[in-house]
């Protein structure tokens, strides 16, 4: 029922401010009829972070970011969802506009700049849903006037750990002045620590909490050395590679729009997004695994995606340009790999080109 109606509205959508279309596409989903789950194929599931995924593709951070609707993300047949970014505190973002499309390109710039409702409320329906199983992550990040930065992932990890299957630390979102900041060495392993130590600490009552830390694109090789020694000495569970990039790819063909300060995402990010993924991944020797994002429109860039060096994947902007079908598409992608290659599981793919990946040319 679904498709049929997407394609009703798709124009709609396409024709309303990039932001007035996504209010109303969350809009449409929190009071669509309630959908009967989709049964993945067996062949789809992957066990990472100590956690059962029906299927490896997830909606990324961005999308949910107040967790209205993860349950009907789930139902669409999501394999997990992400919400978040949230804020300790409730805060507006930039001044709207603040999400840009280049169509031509089919990529997006965003400045949002961590909009979120603050931890009470999402809290508060994350915990209305707890017995309705389904993996949903939280992505947290901090205020922007956070007198104590590290101070608020350590308060919403405790917050929220006993609602989330996992949680992402994200200091990788370029809207947030000095945020990126914490990818540096020193900065990292204190937050990491006391990050780690706070998931620890409410161990007991929460349950396990794995620690996901979401990455820029745009390090450098040697920040990337950094941050994946870190994260391996501290022991997070996973990392997601990566946010958006401030990179403007001389590809682009939207030049105007090209030129409005955020980051960029869609199928323009997909080449630097799919070499950092496969350098995070020779770094990490198979220690945890990676999620990749960034760029995935394709049944063949997700099949990329994992032979670059991920253990399961998730999209967002190609959405606005593809239309949900995309998630049908990838999953019979990677269905037909699966028994192309007769593997047991999609977990052999992982990594299988990442060696090639790292001795390419950089990309532009
Ligand atoms: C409008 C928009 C809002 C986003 N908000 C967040 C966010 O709050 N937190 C986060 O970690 N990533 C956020 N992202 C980044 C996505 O999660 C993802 O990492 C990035 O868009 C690359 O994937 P894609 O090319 O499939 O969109 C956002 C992306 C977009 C387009």
Do not use: C
């Not at 401010?17 to 067996?42: C, I, N, Q, S, Y």
């Not at 789930?74 to 506009?97: D, M, S």
């Not at 002045?177 to 780690?196: E, I, N, T, W, Y």
């Not at 990337?224 to 946010?243: H, P, W």
């Amino acid at each position: 029922m679904i498709g049929p109606l997407e394609r009703l509205v798709r124009p709609l959508l396409r024709a309303l401010e990039p932001e007035d279309a996504h209010a109303l596409t969350l809009r449409m989903l929190k009071f669509a009829p309630p959908l009967g789950a989709v049964r993945d194929d067996r062949r789809l599931a992957i066990r990472a972070f100590g956690l059962n995924f029906p299927n490896p593709v997830g909606m990324a951070a961005g999308f949910d970011k107040n967790a209205e609707v993860p349950d009907v993300l789930l139902r669409l047949g999501f394999g997990f969802a992400e919400v978040g970014t949230i804020t300790p505190r409730p805060q507006p973002g930039n001044p709207r506009p603040r999400v840009f499309r280049l169509q031509a390109d089919e990529g997006v710039i965003n400045r949002l700049g961590f909009n979120s409702q603050g931890a009470d409320v999402v809290l508060r329906r994350l915990a209305a849903r707890t017995n309705a199983g389904g993996i949903v992550g939280v992505n947290v990040g901090a205020n922007k006037d956070a007198p104590d930065r590290v101070a608020d992932y350590v308060r919403l990890i405790e917050r929220f750990a006993a609602v989330a299957s996992y949680v992402t630390v994200n200091i990788s979102s370029p809207n947030t002045p000095g945020l990126r900041a914490l990818q540096q060495a020193a900065a990292l392993d204190d937050l990491l620590a006391r990050v780690v130590d706070a998931r620890e600490r409410v161990a007991p009552h929460a349950g396990p909490t794995p620690v996901l830390l979401k990455i820029a694109p745009d390090l450098s090789l040697a920040e990337l050395d950094d941050v994946v020694g870190i994260a391996r000495s501290r022991r997070v569970d996973g990392m997601i590679v990566g946010n958006t990039t401030l990179v403007r790819p001389p590809s682009l063909r939207d030049t105007n729009t090209a030129k409005e300060v955020g980051g960029l995402s869609g199928h323009p990010l997909f080449p630097l997004a799919t070499r950092m993924l496969a350098e995070t991944y020779v770094r990490v020797e198979g220690v945890f695994p990676l999620i990749g994002v960034g760029g995935i429109d394709s049944g063949a860039a997700a099949l990329a995606k994992f032979r670059a060096g991920a253990g399961l994947i998730q999209l967002y902007s190609a959405l606005v340009f593809r239309g949900l079908g995309l998630l049908g598409e990838i999953k019979a992608a990677l269905i037909a790999a699966v028994d192309r290659d007769r593997l047991d599981s999609l977990n052999e793919l992982a990594g299988a080109d990442a060696a090639a990946v790292t001795a390419e040319p950089w990309p532009r």
